[in-house]
């Protein structure tokens, strides 16, 4: 007899509380508490109430005096509003990165380089312990909760010596990095004992969503605090003037699509075929329809296809700070024709844009620039579709392997290591090389997914969009300052685990650590193994820079930043 089929519900958010410990109280605290008290219930539906999103998207927080809240630099998924207390804004100078619970990466000298190859330890992972002894000018202290704060001991004579700003009961911050996934812009302190209510970004989104009034608070704030200095970082913008920059930003239209956690569906995703995926991918912008504005990708990635038959071919991707629907509007703007979009815009995982209305890029933008530099007139295609871009141009990777680095979400990297399985012959020199750079531990496993005869290895990618950054509770994994690069902090990180398991690359490793005899290193209140996070680091302290890539005899592998699609392409067709 054959038993009936398992019948399951699918888990939805509210499942599992962000906190399962809002009280009723604290829920009407927070609700009684601005801007939340100005909000009309009214027009959130059934399903997704006010007080419900407050219940299961929020969480209270308590800090105590000079405890860090937020780490400029520190990638973000939640927005905060002050309840009770005061807490500060560095505004200049910022924090020195020691204050912040993060190491700078000097270069080793010539000598301390060489010795490498005969002074590294015989045992694994093993640390000097006595740079985990505490800073005298920063600390660490579990909460009630256990969790792990980064604090200033002297909060008053640090905090004297910056330009601040005070945010008190009703004003909110974070909002911009909850909604984007970008990096925090400030630094902000407890300036006393401070309580906040914290905001997940599905709850921020819902209520910005179900509340007019909000959203443009919200809206209002990223056009004051961050939207000129988002549009200054862009070439097509950063010559023109303040008020061509305040006419634009006042007009700049802000958008969201796709799934903000990709991270955690990107593989499933990626078994799928073609069509299907394209299906999961909310269009942005479609081909042959008219260009109604200028979309810059404020964070996150999108595809860019256009039609080959009865399907799609990729022909690139954008990413932060990019631009799509410029050839087209400039023509229109200079040929006094009408052309419509030739590609389509695809949003992968979460994508955020601006879109910047038609109007205000021919009355601001187009004129302000020089007439040699605007893009060639479109070219209408006819004809074959799939001849519109050879794959032999200058700078074109392989339909094929495109697929391949979009799928995997490998545009994510910007130090991707790129093995050509037909050029490698297995002589481990690199996976030795990055041993001896690092006291005798790799820190790449040579396996991954591949292509053809291209594989792309496990090995920290140093992602554009890193989402193993967010939630280290003492800033421990952080950009190097200088490159950019995604390091650890050995001497800040607890071992909690987030940064391994929130890596959806599987490029982050925990590992027991051992003293210079070999003994393991225990905690004290624990009495547990001390755990560590490692991963690659780029060799960013070797003047040589990637050993891995240096010790390959035989030109098979390389480190590349994905989104130079000339350089790699370069490389895929050396001969």
């Given at each position: 007899m054959v038993s009936a089929p398992v019948v399951l519900r699918r888990p939805r958010r509210w499942d599992t509380p962000w906190s399962a410990e809002m009280t009723d109280a604290e829920i009407d605290g927070v609700l009684a508490a601005r801007p939340l008290n100005a909000i009309s219930t009214s027009k959130f539906p059934p399903t997704t109430p006010l007080r419900d999103i407050i219940r299961n998207d929020s969480r209270m927080q308590r800090f105590r005096r000079g405890d860090i809240v937020v780490r400029h630099g520190d990638y973000g998924n939640s927005a905060f509003v002050v309840i009770e207390g005061t807490v500060r804004v560095i505004v200049e100078p910022p924090l020195d990165d020691e204050l912040l619970g993060r190491r700078g990466s000097p270069k080793k000298g010539v000598f301390a380089a060489l010795s490498q190859l005969w002074a590294n330890p015989r045992h694994p992972e093993v640390r000097d312990v006595?740079?985990?002894?505490?800073?005298?000018?920063?600390?660490?202290?579990?909460?009630?909760?256990?969790?792990t704060r980064v604090f200033l001991h002297d909060v008053a004579e640090i905090l004297e010596r910056h330009q601040t700003?005070?945010?008190?009961?009703?004003?909110?911050?974070?909002?911009?990095?909850?909604?984007?996934?970008?990096?925090r812009t400030a630094t902000i302190v407890a300036e006393t004992d401070v309580q906040l209510v914290e905001i997940?970004?599905?709850?921020?989104?819902d209520i910005r969503r179900w509340s007019e009034p909000f959203r443009q608070r919200v809206d209002n704030?990223?056009?004051?605090?961050?939207?000129?200095?988002?549009?200054?970082?862009?070439?097509?913008f950063r010559h023109l003037g303040e008020?061509?920059?305040?006419?634009?930003?006042?007009?700049?239209?802000?958008?969201?699509?796709?799934?903000?956690?990709?991270?955690a569906t990107y593989k499933k995703l990626a078994e799928m075929s073609a069509q299907e995926r394209l299906s999961e991918e909310p269009i942005i912008a479609e081909e042959d329809h008219y260009p109604d504005g200028l979309i810059l990708v404020r964070s996150g990635f999108a595809r860019v296809s256009e039609r080959v038959d009865h399907g799609e071919k990729t022909v690139g991707f954008?990413?932060?700070?990019?631009?799509?629907?410029?050839d087209e509007l400039s023509h229109n703007w200079?040929?006094?024709?009408?052309?419509?979009?030739?590609?389509?815009?695809?949003?992968?995982?979460?994508?955020?844009?601006?879109?910047?209305?038609?109007?205000?890029?021919?009355?601001?933008?187009?004129?302000?620039?020089?007439?040699?530099?605007?893009?060639?007139p479109v070219v209408v295609r006819t004809g074959a579709r799939s001849a519109w871009q050879a794959e032999t141009e200058p700078g074109a990777i392989n339909t094929g392997f495109m697929e391949f680095l979009v799928e995997n979400r490998f545009i994510n990297g910007t130090a991707t290591m790129v093995i050509d399985n037909d050029r490698c012959v297995r002589c481990d020199d690199c996976v030795r090389?990055?041993?001896?750079?690092?006291?005798?531990?790799?820190?790449?496993?040579?396996?991954?997914?591949?292509?053809?005869?291209?594989?792309?290895t496990n090995a920290c990618m140093h992602c554009a969009d890193p989402v193993c950054m967010i939630g280290c509770p003492t800033g421990a994994i952080h950009r190097d300052v200088d490159g950019g690069l995604v390091v650890i902090n050995d001497d800040t990180c607890v071992g909690c685990g987030t940064c391994a398991m929130s890596c959806p690359y599987d490029n982050i490793r925990m590992v027991e650590v051992r003293d210079k005899d070999g003994g393991f290193i225990f905690n004290e209140a624990t009495n547990a193994p001390v755990i560590k996070a490692t991963k690659c680091d780029f060799c960013v302290d070797q003047l040589g820079g990637p050993a891995c890539q240096r010790a390959c005899p035989h030109d098979a592998l390389i480190r590349v930043d994905v989104r130079d699609q000339e350089r790699l392409a370069a490389w895929l067709t050396r001969r």
């Open positions: 006595r740079r985990y002894q505490p800073d005298r000018a920063v600390g660490l202290r579990l909460t009630e909760r256990d969790e700003v005070a945010l008190g009961p009703g004003e909110m911050f974070g909002e911009i990095a909850a909604l984007a996934r970008t990096q997940r970004w599905q709850g921020f989104r704030l990223y056009r004051e605090r961050s939207l000129k200095v988002h549009l200054r970082e862009t070439m097509l008020a061509a920059l305040d006419a634009i930003a006042a007009r700049t239209l802000f958008e969201s699509y796709g799934d903000f956690e990709w991270s954008l990413t932060k700070n990019d631009v799509f629907g410029l200079r040929e006094r024709t009408q052309v419509s979009l030739q590609r389509s815009l695809r949003a992968l995982g979460h994508t955020d844009i601006l879109r910047i209305p038609t109007r205000i890029v021919e009355e601001y933008v187009l004129p302000s620039i020089p007439v040699e530099r605007l893009p060639r090389a990055c041993a001896e750079s690092h006291g005798n531990n790799p820190r790449f496993i040579r396996h991954g997914p591949s292509h053809g005869r291209y594989m792309v």
